[in-house]
Each structure stands twice: as C-alpha cells, then as structure tokens.
C-alpha cells in the first residue's frame, strides 16, 4: 500500500523539519482534489486530469496503490470509459492508505 522507500527517499532528501510540511501540504491538497473530483457524467477529459493529478501526488509521498488505482482510472476516462472509474475506491484507498501511513510513519522513520 505504501511504497515506505519513497517515504524514506523523501524524507531524507528535504529533512525532517521540510518533511513534515510537506505530508501536510499533500494530504490537504488530495483531500481536496478527492473532493472536487468530477463525476463519470463529465468530461472524460477532465476526470482524467484530475486522476492524472491525484497520481502523481500519490507517488511522490509513495502510495502506491493510490496511484496505481488512479492510472487505471486515468487510463479508463482516456479510453473514453469513465463510468468505469470507481471513484468511491480511490477516495476509501486513499483513506486506508493515509491511515497507515500515519499510524506506521512514526516506527518506519525512526528505524
């Protein structure tokens, strides 16, 4: 679920004090992109973007299956099949993944 390298690789690149700025700027901004995620009725364009997004978040603070579940996405409203999206499963895969990471944060850093 999480990718706890990248955690690793990221913390260690920007430091502790960058670090833990950094988590909270990216679970406001999915929060909000989740939030405002266009339905499968729109544009598929757009749900596209807005998965696109929502990926490249997700790997950078590596949740891995977020992202993967969001490139399926991406991949199904550029095929011109959104309702094939199942956005409620990103939004709980993005709610189990934030879970534990937060729980597993603290241990998996200090180890």
Same mark, same amino acid.
């Given at each position: ?6 955690? /690793?690789? &990221?913390h260690?690149?920007? *430091?502790? #004090? ?5 988590? !909270?700027?990216?679970? =406001?901004?999915?929060?909000?992109? &989740?939030a405002?995620?266009? %339905? ?6 757009a749900? #596209?973007?807005?998965?696109?997004? &929502? =990926?490249? /978040?997700a790997?950078?603070? *590596? ?9 399926? %996405?991406?991949? !199904?409203?550029?095929?011109g099949?959104? *309702?094939?999206?199942? &956005? *409620? ?10 879970? !534990?990471?937060?729980?597993?944060l603290?241990?998996r850093?200090?180890?």
């Amino acid at each position: 679920m999480i990718d706890w390298s990248q955690v /690793s690789e &990221l913390h260690d690149e920007i *430091g502790a #004090e960058d670090f833990d700025e950094v988590v !909270a700027l990216f679970l =406001k901004e999915v929060e909000g992109a &989740l939030a405002d995620l266009p %339905g499968e009725a729109t544009e598929p364009a757009a749900l #596209e973007a807005a998965l696109h997004f &929502l =990926k490249g /978040s997700a790997l950078n603070l *590596g949740f891995d299956s977020l992202a993967r579940a969001c490139q399926e %996405g991406e991949y !199904a409203a550029r095929a011109g099949t959104p *309702g094939a999206v199942d &956005l *409620g499963a990103i939004v709980r895969l993005y709610e189990d993944s934030r879970a !534990a990471f937060l729980r597993e944060l603290p241990e998996r850093l200090a180890a």
